[in-house]
């Protein structure tokens, strides 16, 4: 009677272990984008290779409403549009992928972040731009890639797409979320036991995901600080405990900046945040953005100095970074993976 007892309490204990995610995920943020230009299928290749546990991308619309790959809603800054099409700028100097067909972007020649106004490298020790040949992908060929690759490296990489801007794409007439949630399903992502994590910047269409739109994958809600969302909603309104609970009623996972994992602007002052300490009461997963050996967080004074604070202190669930290869060698070096 006593051992059914003991053994029942045990079991009991260790049930909250158990609940936990079994080991921290590397995402590939816009691929291995530390070493090849961001969003290529390129890049994704070689995230793959280094190990990634998710590959992320951000998907944005065409003229002719075919999903693609790129960072921002406009494109001349990871491609040679302004050159190839110079007279379809907007008035504010922008050149949106929504304003070109898909046969117009397969034109483009997609290329290293360069800032638009001194066509210098945004990253200066990163892949030099204008080199070699690439192109800007749509979702379904990023998808078939993964997909391809998973089945000859017998490993499952998980897919990790943004939808991008969707109340301006409804503004412009385009329903982003339509149209790229019937793709995703239609490739085998679907539930939340798929290797998918589906993420958005604006609360009111992270519900409409999940309501409207009836999404029943894996959903994140991403967090911008000290700038309001294009729903009106800001960040810092969801870092209480009780926000986080509203939260949790349409999301699984909560996506900040880095400062708000750990404060402070040097390893001497940075603090851990309660961040993780109230999602993670709230059910929530928590994947930061974006870690970059190239341009460290100022809490950190080397890569390894930045995962052992975020790894081992603010235990986190994952988080983005552009150099997978880091965080891969960092947890397999301690038996994490
Ligand atoms: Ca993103």
Redesign the pocket.
């Known amino acids: 009677m006593m051992k059914t007892s003991l053994f029942v309490l045990l079991g009991i204990l260790a049930l909250p272990a158990l609940a936990q995610p079994a080991r921290p995920v590397v995402i590939a ?2 691929g291995a984008s530390g070493y090849l230009p961001e969003h290529t299928l390129e890049s994704k290749v070689l995230a793959h290779a280094m190990g990634a546990d998710f590959l ?1 991308q ?1 998907v944005a619309l065409t003229k002719d409403d075919v999903p693609i790959v790129i ?1 921002d809603i406009y494109i001349e800054t990871i491609s040679d549009v302004a050159q190839r099409f110079p007279e379809r700028k907007r008035a504010n100097g922008h050149y949106y992928a929504l304003d070109f067909t898909l046969a117009e972007i397969k034109q483009l020649r997609a290329q290293e972040r360069v800032n638009p106004r001194t066509g210098q490298p945004v990253y200066p020790n990163r892949f030099p731009p204008g080199k070699s040949s690439f192109q800007i992908a749509t979702l379904e060929e990023e998808l078939q890639l993964i997909q391809g690759l998973n089945k000859t490296s017998r490993r499952v990489v998980g897919i990790y797409p ?1 939808i991008k801007q969707p109340a301006w794409h409804r503004k412009e007439g385009h329903d982003i979320s339509r149209i790229v949630l019937p793709i995703l399903r239609r490739y085998g992502y679907a539930t939340k036991q798929d290797p998918c994590w589906v ?1 958005c910047f604006e609360l009111d269409e992270v519900k409409r995901i999940r309501t409207e739109l009836g999404w029943e994958g894996r959903l994140l809600l ?1 967090l911008a600080m000290n700038r309001k969302h294009p729903d009106g909603t800001s960040a810092e309104a969801w870092f209480t405990p009780a926000g986080m609970m509203e939260v949790a009623k349409v999301a699984d996972g909560i996506g900040p900046e880095l400062g708000a994992i750990v404060s402070g602007s040097s390893k001497a002052t940075r603090k851990v945040t309660d961040f993780v300490k109230h999602a993670h009461a709230a059910k929530l997963i928590v994947h930061p ?1 974006t870690l970059r050996a190239d341009d460290l967080p100022k809490f950190a004074e080397s890569m390894d100095d930045a995962l052992e604070v975020l790894f081992a202190e603010a235990g986190l669930d994952g988080f ?1 970074t552009d150099f997978p290869d880091l965080p891969v060698k960092w947890l397999t070096a301690r038996g994490l993976r």
């Open positions: 943020h816009r992320e951000d960072h943004e993420q991403l953005y983005f």
